[in-house]
């Protein structure tokens, strides 16, 4: 009332003054703008009377006070106070402040404590702990530029004679006039986000004892649109629309939806007064008055305010006119006088929309010949600029003084220069100075200064950190105290006073921080030399000024202008060296320096203080020639001497000093080593390559791999060359933890991750790159504005060539340098280095034993050569015992030139080895003797010849697994390359397969002196088997797909099923033929090499593999000789796969059912294995549900192939025939997506897609078509068509399996042609719209239904239509004319012309349409003559008239037959009244066409028992009637009854119509009674023959209930049975009976035992459905709190839970889930359900923070499980990454929760790709776990490998398993 009181001031005693407020006077006046004070309109309630007599004189009065322009001033300072509610717009937005555009060119500031209560809170808290705090959001990302807000003046503070206006956004300042009960529903408010809760923003709006809430749902669009997807922070200003109040105000609920906000208009009923009103809030207003100067408008019925010149829209100035409607937008709110302003800006108009012109493009600019637009007396001018938009000067800017102005300079199209000083957002303007001051000023904005710029200014202030010097009034700048002098003062105030001139120089301007440092250093100010303000701009030898910045022990770190700074080396601070940088200069001091090298992409410069001048050392000459050494170039150097770093070289033949690194020297590591050692000074290299050459040093390279990359031009000499996938040659520069860095020729170098190191799982970088190393990279990634790429040093990326070849070369490579190496051993003095030159592998020589070594190895020795050592290992003593003094031949193994050491072999198959002559490209079997790093020796086992071959293939093969790596002593099969020797005495040759290595034996005892040597020989020759070779041995074991068979002298065999028996019998397994112990004769097919996890390999080798033999006993290949054909079972698997084809059929055996890829495994071959995918096993739904049920292990199955994936080993087949989705071809498909009102997206094997449309998923179609699909579904599919990518599909059972031959109720309309009249259809309602409803009938045809032929009824409220005729409604039709032309079809859904009930119910009591058109006879007829002619033209019309009288003779036929069959017919008659007889006779024709359609409806319809039931209850009603004219009160419809029973079976009678006529009803009463006696029988006949009939139907098996009673019958026998129950409800919901369904299920829980809690929780579950769908709220509140009494709490909310999300009632199933976590909160299963719901939505970080909670109320036992889960969740429906992150970082704190790993190993297998998953099983495998757990993960590892992987990879994984056992095994010995 105080506010009413406020607003609409009354007569009488004065009110009681507030003294908090100002005091009130009453306002008699409308028209507020003729006072002398500037006030607004308030409400008055005084009658017009009143108004009249009190105006007009007061009127007169105040006229001449106030001039017009006076009125419609403009706001200033001045008219400004405390209090003022205004509109502002965000201009800049800084750490601490905020500045805010006000209208008319005004601006203030915001403090950061003035944004809302709890962001000061906040800023508090970090203040206290003086460290940043996480949640407080800096009001960069709190407020961004261009933003609308409402604002109050705080103050308006007086500094400098100027005065500034402090604003507040705090809500209690702009929205404390609001009080809680007058907050409304709709209301626009502004507030901040208090604080983030689990639902939502609690937010402050400033209301006094009201609480604002903004749920989680109603802030995702602002956060996707306005704040960048991330979410909101305390603090955050926020549009908010006030959706509900509650409790008279005290909660309210917001949204923050734009679309809301934008459309929101304040209105009458929200109840604005002038003390509580807004800026900001969208009016609807009207135009009272129109001026040059502005506008008033009327608002909100009573309010009037002003619209300045200014504020009118600039496309309608000059156009307005009284009376005319507008939008406004309300600017500010003055509170004293109550004064409103408004704005017609079109960007005002829509809330929470915000500015997006912030500034003006000519800002700073000096305009000539501008003119005038318009002159403001008081205010100022309006200028048009050229480019058409207005500009505005203030009136004390339009001259230099106000003596100077002279306002008829101003007239509308005079010329002035000016200069644009500003913008002003909210006035949409570019404001303007006409001051020659301004005009002349050379620096207006801090844009406008540069660095290296020279400015004078002003000592302003004197601070402890520097001078504040005042360039111009708006700029001013830092000189920092490092800065006052070229050497440092202690006392700044004694040279620098106040208002001082000063000369300083921009060192840095950031004009978006309006940060200005400057230096008053005179060296700098009055410095000659340019000003150094980029790295661009920093060339070679180019000489300026700069000022140390740092002093480090490695050089100075000089600093220039903009923040460019550069280091000047050690070397290069003088012209003799300075060891002690800080001794000499200082912090501060002003420096000459010259520039040595710029790289502007990395802001790297390097500097010197030594001048040209002072470099004389080397002269100029020297400096020349250097200059001539260019990168890339190939030069010849001599050895000058040797550093640690490498060989100090002189380039020749100018001598130009270089450095060659000892990496450089060769490719090879260990070689580049030897060089070093052995090259002396005076050696001359040929070819070196030029490396860099930076700061006069020059650097070199001798690598044969860079030098060949150079000579061929593949070295990219720009960055803008290197393209991704080019594979470049270069060098590891430098290695990190996280990658390494390669350099390539041109001095350019990239990034390899270490990820992208190797294919190999790399641990630590160093074990396998090593820097200096020679490497091939991959460009992967290039970034040109960062001048940086990503590369690949894997050998999967990089290697193009064949394996052998490019191993070979390396071999041929490293030999030759070796050779090199030994010339230059030769060419010395030295007697030592001359013998080690002569000693060649393969030499043989007499030695004298000397000692035997701790080690076991015998030194021979030297002789006559001093320092020379002679070794052989104990491998190599042959197995004899040495003694000292003992003579014994040896052969030269190898000669290790840097420790001057001769390996030597005593075996005796070495020294008495054969020469024989070897061919190329023959393979061997070879035993290796000695290892290097990058190549091995091995003896040939036939001749003992010695071998070279390589161990790298690459120059990037630098890593072995332990496992990988060869042993001496181990077996190898080699390709000999070389017919000759080379030069050190070896063949070459290179290893044909891993495959074919075998152990190393274990070591052998020396045996005693003098005894035979034939302990190793008998040990090194094995017994092996060859190729097509026959053999007999004893089953050992039998296994599902392979036989186990020893054979004799030890070895082991395998008989795979495929080669037992030639014709396999389809579903037999032929391993069951042998049995264990059964003798077998069989042929050798093939080897193959297997672990045998009984020992370490590390420990024993020998026995950690193990040889099988494949065998065949199959008849046709004991019977094949192939002994002339080794190679017949040879060839690779590979090899194998491309032999099949597709469309070829396969035997093939089950080998298992992989539950996570859903495939069947199975085996072809031993070593060739297939893939059938689950949806290709079968036809058959049964099959397809369980195939591990109906494949047994073993089984030999029939396939037809479909393809092969030769790169994975593995064929895929099908069990269904040749797999081809072509029109008719029926095939299986898994749904992928439920599309509602639509269809299925099914998805085939091989990723193929197709749709369904809810046409084709049944032959008859359903109410809910799509209930019962659900995605992974399979289902059986007909193609349609494969027109599309997209196929189209049919599921209707007379497509996919037309030998049913079913009865099809909805048979396929394809398109118009398949439409004919009269015909009778099915469809869904399409939509409702103004000609009619339209009805799909098909995929492509839909038709229209006209009103008229909806319904019987008329229906004055359209909307009746959308409620009983929703979208997807299933009704049936009947075709009254198709137009194949224009493909349109004309439907009815009269129940006439369908036979069915109508399809609004007659409860509604609707009056019939035609019910007033039938008295006329004639008027139907041209009714509808006219509505034909609409559509058809006058040719349809006639054809219809014809038609019409065409049908009238049988029209007259059947009501003839019903009254010969004394059907009873009722006359229209009004009681009291006689009607004319013409209207008799026409009503009586009407009331006989309605009966003839009812009854030939009814006895259409096909279910006679509902009607005989009827009947005999209409019998029973009249017989208990008292009165003749008494008519039953309830009236049943002629739709379907259900619950009529067996024994009621008399014939239907239809509903008749009440008459007023006593006389008609006792008439038709006495009809109904006169039956004979022959129509009673027969009818009682008729029954008996339908009881009969329904007897025989329900003995039938295949019967289906089809009634009621039918029903009841079964639960009568079932009663425990929910799923018949369920059954029971659906019935009477297809019969849209909802409360017969609700009976049924209410029967059910009393029937069903109280044991069976699963069937009673089926029939809840099933009764909270259908309240869901056909209930309220409350219903299923109610249902629901009865199922949690009566069932177990959690099953019956998980499945609520469910129900809404399924019904996508999101917002209700989130409320539930938050019940859920109170209630049972130590329940994992409810958080990952729920987590499961928040992904499926998309809320990623609600999920997150849900885990979170999880773990404070979970136990700690529970943690990692539901992580585990989480992760998961996050594989399947969310961000794989971060799924991985999780179990890594479970992982690293439970690293031996093997049911972690392995859930982590499938998930990677099902997501990911084939390196991550070989990664974590490399991992994994190296774990420190049980045996027993190791062995099932190197058990996955293998499977892995062998449906995925090769089978190099698959023997890798074997290997690795050995090695484990040994090591074991060596553990357990020890």
């Known amino acids: 009332m105080a506010s009413q009181e406020d607003s609409f001031p009354r007569g009488g005693s004065k009110k009681k003054v507030n003294p908090e407020k100002a005091p009130q006077q009453p306002i008699e006046r409308d028209n507020l703008f003729d006072i002398p004070t500037e006030e607004g309109s308030r409400k008055r309630k005084r009658s017009q009377e009143q108004a009249a007599k009190n105006k007009r004189p007061k009127a007169e009065k105040k006229e001449p006070s106030k001039s017009e322009a006076e009125q419609y001033g403009i706001l200033s300072i001045e008219t400004l106070s405390e209090g003022m509610r205004l509109l502002g717009c965000v201009k800049e937005v800084n750490n601490l402040e905020l500045v805010i555009s006000l209208p008319n060119g005004l601006w203030g500031y915001v403090q950061a404590t003035s944004i809302c209560d709890a962001y000061t809170k906040k800023l508090n808290e970090q203040v206290d702990q003086e460290e940043p705090l996480k949640d407080l959001a800096p009001l960069s990302k709190l407020f961004q530029p261009g933003m609308l807000v409402r604002c109050a003046v705080s103050s308006l503070k007086s500094a400098s004679q100027k005065k500034s206006i402090k604003l507040s956004l705090n809500p209690k300042d702009v929205n404390g006039v609001l009080s809680s009960a007058s907050l409304k529903p709709g209301m626009l408010l502004t507030g901040a986000v208090h604080s983030v809760e689990d639902h939502g923003y609690l937010v402050d709006i400033g209301v006094g004892g009201t609480k604002a809430f903004l749920p989680w749902q109603k802030d995702q669009e602002y956060i996707k649109q306005k704040n960048k997807g991330t979410k909101l922070h305390v603090g955050q200003y926020l549009n908010c629309l006030i959706e509900e109040v509650k409790g008279n105000g005290g909660s309210v609920r917001l949204s923050t939806l734009q679309s809301e906000v934008s459309a929101a208009i304040a209105t009458e009923e929200q109840n604005w007064t002038l003390d509580n009103m807004l800026p900001g809030l969208v009016v609807k207003a009207q135009v009272q008055k129109v001026t040059p100067h502005g506008l008033t408008l009327s608002f909100l019925s009573s309010f009037t305010g002003l619209v300045d010149f ?10 307005y006119f009284q009376t005319q409607m507008v939008r406004a937008c309300i600017l500010s709110v003055h509170p004293r006088t109550k004064s409103v302003r408004l704005t017609l800006h079109s960007s005002f108009l829509q809330a929470g929309r915000p500015i997006t012109r912030l500034c003006h493009h000519l800002i700073g600019a000096v305009l000539n010949d501008v003119p005038v637009q318009g002159f403001y007396a008081k205010a100022g001018a309006t200028f048009r600029l050229k480019d058409g938009s207005l500009a505005y000067a203030r009136i004390m800017h339009l001259s230099q003084t106000e003596k100077s102005f002279k306002p008829e300079k101003f007239k509308p199209g005079n010329l002035h220069k000016c200069r644009v000083i500003d913008f002003s957002p909210m006035d949409d303007l570019a404001l303007l100075s006409l001051k020659t001051s301004i005009i002349e000023a050379p620096f207006l904005r801090y844009h406008d200064l540069h660095p290296g710029q020279i400015v004078k200014g002003k000592v302003f202030a004197l601070r402890s950190y520097g001078v504040i010097v005042k360039v111009t009034d708006q700029i001013k700048g830092l000189v920092p105290t490092l800065h006052l002098a070229d050497v440092q003062i202690r006392h700044p105030q004694k040279k620098y006073h106040i208002q001082d001139e000063v000369k300083c120089r921009v060192l840095l301007c950031d004009p978006e921080n309006k940060k200005l440092l400057m230096t008053l250093k005179k060296s700098l100010v009055e410095s000659s030399l340019p000003a150094l303000t980029s790295y661009k701009e920093a060339k070679p030898d180019l000489q300026t000024h700069g000022f140390i910045s740092s002093i480090k022990d490695f050089g100075c770190i000089v600093k220039f ?17 300075i060891l002690a940088p800080e001794e000499v200069f200082y912090v501060g001091q002003v420096v000459k320096v010259t520039v040595l090298t710029s790289e502007p992409e990395q802001e790297r410069m390097l500097l010197s203080f030594r001048l040209s001048s002072d470099k004389g050392t080397e002269g100029p000459a020297q400096s020349q020639k250097k200059a001539t050494i260019k990168i890339g170039q190939l030069v010849d150097v001599k050895v000058k001497k040797k550093t640690e770093k490498g060989l100090e070289v002189s380039i020749l033949p100018d001598n130009i000093s270089a450095l060659l690194p000892t990496t450089h020297l060769s490719d090879n590591v260990i070689n580049s080593q030897l060089l070093c050692h052995w090259l002396q000074p005076g050696d001359v290299l040929h070819k070196v390559l030029c490396l860099s050459h930076s700061g006069g040093h020059i650097v070199l390279c001798r690598k044969p791999a860079l030098i060949s990359a150079v000579e061929s031009g593949q070295d990219p000499k720009v960055f803008s060359e290197f393209q991704p996938g080019m594979l470049l040659t270069g060098f590891v520069k430098s290695i990190k933890d996280y990658g390494i860095f390669v350099q390539f020729p041109s001095g350019l170098s990239g990034l390899a991750p270490k990820s992208a190191l190797s294919d190999k799982f790399v641990t630590t970088i160093s074990d396998h790159f090593a820097e200096g190393q020679t490497v091939v990279a991959k460009v992967t990634n290039v970034y040109e504005e960062k001048q940086r790429m990503l590369l690949s040093l894997r050998l999967s990326d990089v290697n193009q060539e064949d394996m052998a070849v490019s191993s070979l070369t390396l071999l041929s490579q490293c030999l030759e340098e070796l050779q090199g190496v030994r010339s230059l051993m030769s060419n010395r003095d030295s007697v030592l280095s001359q013998t080690l030159a002569e000693m060649t592998p393969g030499l043989l020589v007499d030695l004298v034993v000397q000692d035997t070594a701790g080690d076991g190895s015998v030194v021979f020795s030297s002789g006559s050569v001093p320092g020379l050592v002679l070794r052989a290992s104990r491998y190599h003593q042959g197995g004899k015992a040495m003694d000292p003094g003992q003579r014994a031949k040896a052969v030269v193994l190898h000669v290790d030139t840097l420790k001057s050491e001769v390996l030597v072999s005593l075996r005796q198959e070495l020294v008495n080895r054969k020469a024989k002559q070897l061919k190329k490209d023959t393979e061997h079997r070879a035993v290796i003797e000695h290892l290097e790093k990058t190549f091995a020796i091995a003896s040939l086992v036939e001749t003992g010849q010695l071998v070279a071959f390589p161990v790298t293939s690459h120059l990037n093969d630098t890593f072995r697994f332990d496992s990988e790596k060869l042993q001496v002593g181990q077996r190898v099969s080699l390709i000999i390359k070389s017919a000759k020797p080379s030069d050190i005495g070896l063949f070459l040759a290179v290893e044909s397969s891993v495959k074919k290595r075998t152990p190393a034996l274990p070591p052998v ?11 190793v020989s008998s040990l090194l020759e094995k017994p092996t088997l060859s190729i097509g070779e026959m053999v007999t041995g004893t089953v050992k074991s039998v296994k599902a797909t392979h036989v186990v068979v020893t054979l004799e002298n030890g070895l082991v065999g395998c008989i795979h099923a495929s080669q037992i028996l030639d014709d ?58 192939i002994s002339n054909d080794p190679s017949a079972h040879s060839s690779s698997p590979t090899e194998k796969l491309k032999q099949y084809s597709p469309g070829q059929m396969v035997i093939c055996f089950m080998r298992k059912f992989n539950v996570i890829k859903k495939w069947l495994e199975v085996e072809i071959s031993s070593d060739i294995r297939g893939r059938i ?12 549900k369980h195939p591990e049920k109906n494949f047994k292990i073993g089984q030999a199955l029939s396939a037809t192939v479909v393809g092969s994936e030769s790169t994975k080993g593995f064929l895929t087949l099908s069990l269904i025939g040749p797999y081809k989705l072509e029109e008719g071809q029926v095939a299986m498909g898994r749904v992928v997506k439920v599309i509602p009102k639509e269809g299925l997206q099914v998805l085939f094997p091989f990723g193929t897609v197709g749709k369904v449309s809810i046409f084709h998923l049944s032959d008859s179609y359903l109410e809910a078509p799509l209930e019962g699909f659900h995605p992974e579904k399979i289902v059986r599919c007909c193609v349609l068509s494969t027109k599309d990518p997209t196929l189209t599909l049919s599921l209707r059972q007379s497509r996919t399996n037309p030998r049913m031959k079913n009865k099809i109720e909805d048979p396929e309309v394809n398109s118009v042609k398949d439409v004919k009249k009269g015909q009778h259809l099915r469809g869904y309602v399409e939509a409702v719209k103004k000609l009619g409803v339209y009805f799909r009938i098909s995929p492509t045809l839909v038709g229209r239904v006209r009103y008229q032929h909806v319904t019987k009824y008329f229906l004055s409220d359209r909307a009746l239509y959308r409620t009983y005729l929703p979208e997807g409604k299933l009704l049936s039709a009947k075709v009254l004319r198709v137009n194949r032309k224009q493909n349109l079809v004309y439907l009815s859904f009269l129940s006439k012309d369908t036979r069915k009930p109508d399809v609004f119910p007659e409860s509604l009591g609707l009056p019939l349409r035609d019910q007033g058109k039938e008295m006329v006879g004639s008027q139907p007829k041209k009714q509808q003559k006219l509505e034909e002619g609409e559509e058809q033209g006058n040719g349809d019309s006639r054809t219809k008239q014809k038609e019409e009288k065409h049908e009238e003779p049988k029209t007259k036929q059947k009501q003839e037959l019903q009254k010969t069959n004394g059907k009873p017919v009722e006359k229209a008659a009004s009681k009291g009244k006689r009607k004319m007889p013409e209207l008799e006779g026409e009503q009586a024709r009407v009331n006989k066409k309605k009966k003839q359609n009812l009854l030939s409806e009814e006895d259409d319809s096909g279910v006679e028992v509902n009607y005989e039931e009827k009947e005999k209850r209409l019998k029973q009603l009249k017989k208990k009637q008292t009165k003749p004219t008494e008519v039953p009160r309830l009236q049943l419809s002629s739709g379907f009854s259900w619950d009529v029973s067996l024994d009621m079976l008399t014939p239907a009678v239809p509903h008749q119509e009440e008459s007023s006529d006593s006389e008609e009803e006792e008439a038709s009463q006495a009809t109904l009674k006169k039956k004979s006696k022959k129509d009673k029988e027969l009818e009682k006949q008729q029954a008996e023959k339908e009881l009969v009939r329904i007897e025989t139907a329900l003995m039938d098996p295949n019967w289906q209930p089809q009634t009621a009673d039918d029903f009841d019958r079964l639960v009568l026998s079932s009663p425990n049975s929910s799923i018949l129950w369920l059954q029971y409800m659906a019935f009477h919901l297809h019969a849209t009976e909802i409360e017969k369904a609700r009976a049924v299920a209410e029967r059910a829980l009393k029937s069903i035992s109280f044991r069976e809690e699963q069937e009673k929780l089926n029939v809840w579950v099933a009764l909270m459905n259908l309240e869901n769908m056909y209930g309220t709220k409350d219903t299923l509140t109610k249902v629901f709190e009865r199922a949690v009494q009566y069932c177990e709490p959690l099953k019956v909310f998980v499945q609520l839970a469910d129900i809404y999300t399924k019904s996508e009632k999101y917002q209700a199933a ?11 909160r130590q329940e994992k299963s409810v958080w990952i359900k729920y987590g499961a719901f928040l992904l499926q939505r998309g809320q990623a970080d609600a999920s997150h923070r849900l885990l979170q909670r999880a773990f404070a109320c979970l136990p700690q036992k529970e943690h990692v499980d539901v992580i585990s889960k989480f992760a998961q969740l996050e594989f399947h429906l969310g961000d794989a990454e971060r799924a991985k992150a999780m179990f890594e970082n479970t992982l690293s704190s439970y690293p031996k929760r093997t049911d972690v790993w392995s859930v982590y190993i499938d998930m990677v297998i099902k997501h990911g790709n084939q390196k991550e998953v070989r990664d974590i099983f490399e991992r994994v495998v190296h774990l420190s776990l049980a045996p027993k757990r190791m062995k099932f993960f190197f058990k996955r590892y293998l499977d892995y490998e062998k449906q995925h992987g090769t089978a190099e990879t698959v023997q890798a994984v074997k290997e690795k398993a050995l090695s484990y056992v040994e090591a074991k095994s060596t553990l357990a010995d020890s």
């Open 310 to 319: 200014m504020h009118l829209d600039s496309k309608k100035t000059g156009h």
């Open 561 to 577: 202008y903009n923040d460019v700074r550069g280091l000047v080396p050690q070397k290069e601070l003088g012209a003799q060296p």
């Open 1005 to 1015: 005892a020396p045996e005693p002196a003098g005894e035979e040597p034939g302990v």
């Open 1064 to 1121: 396999v019998p389809l579903g037999s397994q032929p391993t069951t033929k042998l049995k264990v112990g059964k003798p077998v004769t069989a042929r050798v097919i093939g080897q193959r090499t297997l672990l045998t996890h009984k020992s370490l390999p590390i420990s024993h080798p020998s026995s950690a593999t193990q040889t099988v033999s494949e065998l065949s006993i199959r008849p046709s290949e004991l019977k094949k000789d």
């Open 1173 to 1184: 995918p689950q949806l290709l096993t079968s036809l058959s739904f049964k099959v397809l």
């Open 1710 to 1720: 989130e409320e539930l889930y938050s019940r859920m976590l109170k209630r049972f």
